[in-house]
Nanobody, 119 residues
């Protein structure tokens, strides 16, 4: 059973960088052919895909967030990390990490973590 767990600060000041880590257990982030994604849900809105890092370490980001987003990984710790720079209150959301399969399905999710951007 694969499990994902998000961790990181719950409060970030405007203009700072949001940094979250997803720790994966029960499966390796280097296993073919999975995509390790970050997704968020602002209050009162739908899910928004941020980007992913795949089994080979390649990354792909949402065009609307690409200029502020970086996703990296630590294979020794079986973790992947989201960094979102220059945050504003509009970046306030519940942030999820999830595993996507080759058939574009999200089969495992973390429980989500609330991040609030406020001074």
């Amino acid at each position: 059973q694969v499990q994902l767990q998000e961790s990181g600060p719950g409060l970030v000041k405007p203009s700072q960088t949001l940094s979250l880590t997803c720790t994966v257990s029960g499966g390796s982030i280097t296993t073919n052919y999975y995509y390790w994604s970050w997704i968020r849900q602002p209050p009162g809105k739908g899910l928004e895909w941020i980007g992913y890092i795949d089994y080979s370490g390649s990354t792909y980001y949402s065009p609307s967030l690409k200029s502020r987003t970086s996703i990296s990984r630590d294979t020794a710790k079986n973790q992947f990390t989201l960094q979102l720079s220059s945050v504003t209150p509009e970046d306030t959301a519940v942030y999820y990490c999830a595993r996507e399969t080759m058939t574009d399905e999200y089969d495992y999710w973390g429980q989500g973590t609330q991040v609030t951007v406020s001074s």
